[in-house]
């Protein structure tokens, strides 16, 4: 059996008989998507990244770095995440990658470039950040990416040419042939997407997942903005909270270890200091 460049196949052994026939019973990932939102209480989040912040003439780090952070350090530590379907079959992502939609200017007709960052399970939020900032200066002031030159390329092609090309590429990626010279820019090749559409004033949709590619997950993160909480006591306090949705491909884990790691997840934005620090393995799988 070829092997995929972008991820290695999850023995049969470590899954159950009905995960292992998931795949064939439901083979899209939009039949097999799950769909979440948690809203989160972010009001001590963002008095410590202003307390972080202060004085600097430029932000060392904002409030969706805290969440690209977050979501690697859960990635780190709760791995089946970081797992796709290709070919009926559940491989494990070797690397984290998190892909994002970045605009070019703020008008109605700039362009919209989707970035593709690579991180290491260790990153801290400083080092995500870093990270983050280096790929965005490059996507708004450098030359086209990889994937929108390979896009505007194969658009000049005949229609019927372009349908042969996708299903040949697909057909490729099926049978674990496709190499990584067209996957590894690929921003639909990824761990995850994420759609900032709070830092345009809108709240989270729900947003489809993609059949082409490797993303399992797609979330969209809503404006943050003041809403009633029920606080200790009974007491209804006006908070800042941000509502994140998730679509998920229900194939790659169980309910049980994806509400466990929505947790994790919830309580490193909810406590972005621990984000500073590299993370100790605690065994998890």
């Known amino acids: 059996m070829f092997r995929r460049p972008d991820g290695d196949p999850v023995a049969g052994s470590r899954l159950s008989p009905l995960r292992q026939i998931m795949p064939f019973i439901m083979p899209g990932r939009n039949e097999a998507a799950v769909y979440f939102e948690d809203v989160i209480d972010v009001t001590d ?31 780190a530590e709760r791995p089946r995440l970081n797992r796709f379907i290709a070919g009926q079959r559940a491989h494990q992502h070797r690397d984290i990658t998190l892909a994002f939609a970045v605009k070019k200017a703020f008008a109605d007709n700039a362009p919209i470039s989707t970035v593709k960052v690579t991180f290491q399970p260790d990153d801290t939020l400083d080092m995500v950040a870093r990270r983050v900032v280096r790929a965005v200066h490059t996507s708004r002031t450098g030359a086209p990416s ?50 900032n559409l709070g830092s345009i004033g809108l709240d989270a949709p729900f947003h489809h997942l993609f059949e082409y590619g490797t993303v399992p997950i797609f979330a969209t993160i809503g404006r943050i903005k003041r809403v009633p909480m029920v606080m200790e006591g009974d007491a209804i306090v006006a908070r800042d909270a941000v509502s994140l949705k998730f679509s998920v491909d229900e194939r790659i884990a169980d309910g049980y270890y994806l509400a466990r790691s929505l947790e994790r997840f919830r309580e490193y934005v909810q406590h972005p200091e621990r984000l500073q620090r590299s993370p100790e393995p605690d065994g998890e799988g």
């Open 45 to 75: 989040t963002l008095a410590w990244l202003e307390e972080v912040n202060a004085g600097l003439a430029e932000a060392r780090c904002n409030f969706f770095h805290v969440i690209l952070t977050a979501l690697v350090r859960t990635m």
């Open 146 to 195: 990889t994937s929108d030159r390979e896009a505007a390329l194969i658009t000049r092609l005949p229609r019927f040419a372009i349908r042969a090309l996708v299903r040949a590429q697909r057909a490729l990626d099926e049978l674990h042939l496709l190499p990584a010279a067209l996957t590894r820019d690929d921003p639909l090749y990824a761990s995850a997407m994420l759609a």
